[in-house]
Every structure is written in C-alpha cells, then in structure tokens.
C-alpha cells in the first residue's frame, strides 16, 4: 500500500514542472559547493536547496535540520529546499528509497553521517570573525604524523601556528589543544569551524595571544542510523567512548607538539578544549592532569556530574573549590540557548559549589557550529593572560 | 521488461545467504575505511570488498575498475567485491537504481565523482617509499589561505615544508610547484599521492634534496557523468580547461610562496610537474614561463602536439633544441605501461628532434595513482642537483 502511494506520488511529480530557473535566480551557490558545481544553493531568507540525479528513485528526502520531500524533474534530478535555518554550517544527507548519501555536489566533512555534505548559510550580520578578512595576516593550518607509542599507530593532527611563528623563530607559544565533538573527528574545527580564521582575525586586532592550537582525533566516533554490519565494533559504553584518547594525548601528542614545536611546555602555558564530546575530554583528560594544563573550556560540553557525584567526579578536582580556584586559570563554559546540554545547571552548581568559571550563552543556537565557532571567539581572547 | 528481470533478480538475491563471517575472517580494513568502519576491505589477492545499506534498492552496482554487481543481504545491506586490482589507490562508488553515490564508510578524496570513495590495495612488496617509516623524521604539509588579485577569492594552497625546514631557519629552499590531474584539486597530492611520505622517506635517504612542495587547484575540476544540472557552467573546451590557474600561479601564488616561506626564488631552483592535466599545464605555464621555471615533469601528461605543431606549440619553446637544451635543467616524462596518452609518442619526437629528457615507464599500471606515486619518487631525486 505504501508502494503504491509511492508510486503514484512519483508520477505525479513526474509530470509536475518546477521553475528551476526562479531557483538559480533567486539564491546564490552555498560556499560548500565544489567547484563548478551548481548546488547547493542558499536565499537571502537562509533556505538551503538542494538538487540530486536519481532518476528511478521512487522517495528522495533531504534530511537538514528536518526532512523535506524532494520532487522530481523530467531529466532524472530532484529538487527540494529547507525552510528558513539558522545562520552558519549545517550537515545534510538525502534518503533515496531508504538508503541515506551524501551529495556529489557538496564538499565533505566529518559528522555522525561519516563524511558527510554540508551547506552554509552565509546571510545576516554575523560571521566577519570567521572569515578571511583583506588586510589580516594569516596562520597555517599543518597536517603532522606521529607515531603513537599508545596505540601502536601513525596519527594526524592538525597544528594552526599563527601568523608571525615562522618570522620570530626565537619566540616561544603557549599551546591549546582543541577537540571535536562525537562522530567528528581532526579535520572539524579547522574545516567547519573555521578555527584558523578566527584565531588570525582575533590576533591581527590585539585580542588574542599569538597561540599554537592542536587538532587531533579524539578518536569518538560511532556511525548513527547504520546497523552494527557497518562498524567494527559494538558500541562502546559511555566510560570507555573515545577513553583511548586521554593516554595518547598525555604520553604521545604534547611530547611530540613541544618537540617539533617553540611551545611554552608548561601547565601556565597550555590550554585544552573541546565541544560537545570534546567538552567531556577536556574534563576527562585535561582536568585530571592539573600539572599539564590549567586553562579550560567545555562548548556544549557532555559533562556528567551532578552534586553528589561532585566530590570524586574528574579525579576529584571539584572536591575542593579553593584549590580548584587557585589551580585554574580559566574555566570557560560555553552552550547555544536552543540546545540542552545541561550547561546552565553545571554553571549554576559549580557556582553554588563556589568553583570559579565564565558561562557564555550563544543566544539562538542549538547544538551547531555556529555555536562553537561563537565560543572559541569568546574563549580565544581569555587565554594566556 | 528490464524492470521485472532486475526484480526477479532483487528477489532471489534477497533470499540467498552469503556467508559474510567469511569475508570479514579472509580479508582486513582497507586503510581509506572511516575509523570504526568495517568496509571498504581487501583480501590478499587485492580484491576490494564492499558493502551498502539500501534496504529498498532493486540494484546496487560498485564502480571500481569495472562493475560489479551487489547482493541484497537480509539485514538490508548489500555487499559485493572486485576482481584482483593492482597495487595502489582506486576511486569507486555505488549505482544504486540508478543514482551514484559515494560509500558512507570510506573517507572521501577528490575525484571525477566529486568528493568520492577509494580503496586501497596493500598487499605485494610494492608500498614502503609511500608509507611512513619508523625512524624518518617527517615533514609536514601546510594549508596556507591566500588572495589572488586575479581570480579575486579567497585561495587554499598546500605546501608542504621538509621535516628540517623549522630547525634551520636561515635556510633556503627550493620549490617543486606539483599539480593534479583532471577533476581533482588541491588535496589530491597529499591525501591519495601521499607526496609527504614520498618527499619525507626520499629525503631521509639522501636521495632527494630538501625542497618544498607547493600544491594548488589547477581549476581543471569537472563533473562526469553529471548532466549540466549539477554544474555551473557547460564544458570548457580544451584551451579554456583550468586556463585561468596559468595567471593565478605566476601572478599570485608564486609571489604569495615567496613571500611566505624561505625560498631560493630564481629559476634554477624552481621545478614544475603534475599529473594527467597537470602534465598538460606544466608545459602550458611552466615551459612558457622559462624565466620562472628550469626543472619540469609530466606524469602520464595530457600533452597535445604533433610534429607539425612542435615549433609553434607553448609558445615556440620546441622551436630550437640547443636553446632548450641550454635553458632546461630537466624534463622528465613519465607514464604507466597499461595507459595511452600517447607519452612514448612524445618522448620518441623529442629525441627525434633532440630535445633532451627523461623517460620512465611504470610496469603494470594505468592511469592511476600508483603510476604518479611512483613517477614522484623517480623525479624528485633528480630535482635541484
């Protein structure tokens, strides 16, 4: 019965004739779109639309921040657009027939669809702070392998060495390492965070230190909506999701980036950070090794303590709020006002609990990286300080 | 009628039993798989193994070197495999009723399909200069963001920088300019040429001099097998084919590496190469640019000139033998035995009209990255010496 509605709705739309020309008039070429490529599109009103060739595919739906049908053209495309969305990065993929693709038309980043298509909505006031701006000098984004003794394996990271590093190579630079979220992996921060453009526009206008930041794989990412045939382990338990990172960052990454870097290499001179996921680790990993960091932040974090917990959580780094103040340079904690991760009551209860922090609320934002992106430009300028 | 057969076909797949547990014990994760993910794989006769999750699909088809059809598993997925490939990195992706789409397992690299799928055959005695090596200090390869006054955007090049580059900064170097081929970009060298462990390895022996490399968007992407609804202009013809990267790299980027990194910025220490199209726009910009360029490669070069055409092609630079044989340091042409681009051609009418060069030939392989890794490692060691 389905398949008979499905069909018959496929040939109604068959026959249905959609002024694509009104489409390529009205809207301009998303800044994800790979070169030449005519979708995705974006409007002035932040609608993204999108166009994929599958010509015997009974059901296309486009699945960005909601599911919109698709409908299909005479020449085998089919075309469907989004109603109005938030300003900034947004992950899409189409279901053709219940199979979920990403679209060959869209550059490709990494998300809980795996390398997935994105579309940015560019419209609106915001936004110069992370673009390339005229004038400004810029860092470097560098691709490094190590080997790590840890898991026995070459690894990437990415390292940003901000503009003047190769002209001062006498001067030393504090270091903040900075992760993704679930599911996203090194390549996040700088690619849809645009990391290396805020950094250059914050330390070209004197707010920010000139900094090292480090990008590696916190190694926690599963494959939502995909049977286990598609992984090749079971899901792992909250406790030992991405726990394989926290080792390799101590014991293998910041030997290897103060070795091949002029990095300041002590605790007043390191930062760690993440979003989401990244929040939990830099809980995880960064709080428990007060003598390698002391400077923190949580976008959006995943922090699982409440006060009971409070005493042992984290190695017990909250049992004492005196030492924890002293010891910390900077707590920051960041959260998007439309999403709900727990971020106003952890603010709230570390208030409570007398631990020092900042909360930042990115007003409008969910749980996206135009969230992440406003809290790395509010976190940046505080470091080093 | 086609439809019933692929129906009748649909459902006697759907009831056959393959026996995945002996995939998963007879073959090991390619190194393209996205982590966690258990395909794409290979067994040891260098068979790719694939699998999809189109649950509604009639037809799934795997695009690898040939096409191979998928069977319907009970779980939704399809799985099926390739014959024996050569050695190396091979571009796939999925027809699934119709539709091409990349594999959400595999990492993504930039090919004819736009953001595409690969696998990569491991196994023979074929692969060490190529992978890291234990005890090789590595260099690292650097995104540098840069604007052209002649395309007026924003522009994303890499460089990559030899692993001794940051501990000797009085040090100059010589630069390779090294582009890709037709329909992919920027990212092609590194991700699938793995140019970095080439240079790294190549230098550690002392076989290669130090140099940088600078890798950028030739602009020659195009979209096959695309009608022109996914793209934003119709087909350039063959002289207007990724003609505009010519002015952007002597006009913008070579000022922008100059200007960036520590180089030795006179001819003599200034190569170019690429691959396919690349081959075609080094001679096109680098031997018509002789003021600029002494040190020039082609690897299976898409290179149109006749005999008749020689004295008048890229600029009269075929025109005299001794006066290039004088102003060239190096021409080197390489090309895979299995392909035609009509290289031995080429070098034959040079030798018959005295132009000095290169020649080398890669046993086995076609058009494909093996035959382009391997032409690297041939012609980086004869650059600058």
């Not at 595919?57 to 909601?66: F, L, T, Y």
């Not at 809980?283 to 009971?308: H, P, R, V, Y």
């Not at 991760?341 to 135009?370: D, P, Q, R, V």
Request: hydrophobic share 40%; charged share 25%.
């Amino acid at each position: 019965m389905k398949k008979t509605i499905l069909i018959l709705i496929a040939l109604m739309i068959g026959v249905s004739v959609v002024a694509q020309n009104d489409i390529l008039s009205k809207t301009k070429v998303s800044e994800t779109a790979l070169f030449q490529r005519d979708y995705p599109r974006v409007d002035d009103e932040g609608r993204a639309y999108f166009c994929f060739y599958a010509p015997d595919a009974k059901s296309v739906v486009v699945d960005c921040q909601g599911k919109y049908e698709m409908t299909l053209q005479d020449d085998g495309y089919w075309i469907g657009h989004t109603d109005p969305l938030v300003v900034g990065f947004h992950f899409y993929h189409f279901v053709v027939d219940g199979a979920k693709v990403s679209d060959p038309m869209s550059e490709t980043y990494c998300g809980s669809f795996g390398r997935s298509s994105a579309v940015e909505i560019p419209e609106g006031p915001e936004g110069d702070y992370y673009r390339p701006q005229k004038g400004v000098a810029r860092g470097q984004v560098r691709s490094c392998v190590y080997f790590s003794e840890q898991s026995q394996e070459y690894r990437r990271c990415f390292v940003y060495t901000p503009a003047e590093y190769d002209a001062k190579p006498k001067k030393r630079y504090p270091v903040l390492y900075l992760q993704h979220g679930m599911c996203e992996d090194e390549l996040g921060w700088a690619n849809q965070g645009k990391m290396n453009h805020i950094m250059d526009n914050l330390i070209a206008e004197g707010k920010a230190e000139p900094m090292i930041v480090v990008m590696d794989s916190g190694d926690a990412a599963i494959s939502f909506g995909f049977s286990t045939r598609g992984r090749r382990n079971t899901v792992a338990t909250r406790d030992e999701f991405g726990a394989t990172f926290g080792p390799i960052l101590i014991n293998d990454l910041i030997p290897f980036i103060d070795a091949t870097f002029r990095t300041l290499d002590d605790r007043k001179h390191r930062a760690m950070a993440g979003l989401s996921w990244g929040g939990h680790q830099t809980f995880a990993f960064g709080l428990t090794n007060m003598d390698k960091f002391s400077w923190f932040g949580s976008f959006s974090g995943a922090i699982f303590m409440n006060e009971q917990a409070m005493k042992t959580a984290y190695d017990g780094v909250f049992a004492d709020a005196d030492k924890f103040n002293k010891d910390v340079n900077l707590l920051f904690i960041g959260a998007g006002s439309a999403e709900n991760m727990g971020t106003a009551g952890l603010s709230a209860m570390l208030t409570k609990n007398g631990f020092e922090h900042e909360y930042y609320i990115s007003e409008g934002t969910a749980h996206e990286w135009l969230t992440w992106r406003r809290c790395l430009h509010q976190f940046a300028p505080k470091l080093f300080k």
